[in-house]
């Protein structure tokens, strides 16, 4: 078996420490000059300042909300300092509202991709995000 490398490493104990609840750990694993490039479309306000936050709130909301909360992640593609995964979100939707939906009682599964080129073992950019959540009831969010 292949050594996992250093970008990998550092992805999945960001990941970890984010669905135990250390939500502080997008400052450590994304760097301070993170971009997003999908600032310009999801919040157009947003362009050049620190988004970091709203990873953070990514991950609150959805803790907060879900019953049996969990993150896994589904495919996993490195190629030089770019990690490709798609990941999903799933839990029953009893908790608390998200992003403004209130609970539905019903089972959620939000699915989504993320582009990510890093850089000292941090994320330096990101593409994507998450596609059709299904079973929240959020329209037009379908990516």
Not at 44 to 53: L, S
Not at 100 to 115: D, E, Q
């Amino acid at each position: 078996m292949a050594d996992i490398s250093d970008n990998l490493r550092s992805l999945a104990e960001y990941s970890q420490k984010m669905e135990a609840g250390d939500y502080d750990a997008v400052y450590e694993y994304w760097s301070d000059d993170f971009h997003s490039h999908v600032t310009e479309r999801v919040n157009p306000a947003a362009v050049g300042t620190d988004v970091r936050g709203e990873e953070r709130k990514f991950w609150e909301e959805g803790k907060r909300a879900f019953e049996d909360f969990k993150f896994s992640v589904d495919l996993l593609v490195e190629s030089g300092d770019i990690i490709v995964s798609n990941w999903t979100i799933t839990g029953k939707h009893t908790l608390a509202s998200y992003y403004g939906v209130p609970p539905s009682g019903k089972p959620v599964n939000i699915n989504g991709t993320g582009i990510l080129r890093m850089k000292d073992g941090k994320v330096l950019e990101h593409w994507g995000g998450p596609h059709c959540p299904h079973g929240i009831g959020l329209p037009g969010v379908c990516l």
